[in-house]
């Protein structure tokens, strides 16, 4: 029996533009202990789609949670930008509140 992340990776695979599927990968390898893999997902499907806010704030939290602080704000800030133009305020709020834990 497969496993989610190797379901997902095959959906990945199969359509590598899946951004959804690629940024429930990313979740799924961080549950698996493997948090540089679930970055490199993550900054994969923000750079093949700007407009998926979530993606913008796990990997914010998830560079944090891992030290590269840095990088994080980064993030958060990219994502500020991306909340905004999607009109997303909620998300907009949990990354002006991450970065300012960050400051």
Do not use: W
């Amino acid at each position: 029996m497969k496993t989610r992340r190797e379901t997902l990776e095959e959906f990945v695979f199969a359509d590598p533009n899946d951004s959804f599927s690629r940024y429930a990968l990313a979740l799924e390898l961080e549950k698996e202990g493997r948090a540089q893999d679930a970055v490199s997902q993550l900054r994969e499907v923000i750079a093949r789609d700007h407009s998926l806010v979530a993606a913008y704030y796990q990997l914010g939290r998830l560079l944090a949670k891992t030290g590269f602080v840095e990088e994080a704000r980064d993030a958060y800030r990219r994502g500020l930008d991306a909340a905004r133009a999607a009109n997303d305020q909620r998300t907009l709020r949990e990354m002006n509140e991450a970065l300012e834990m960050l400051e």
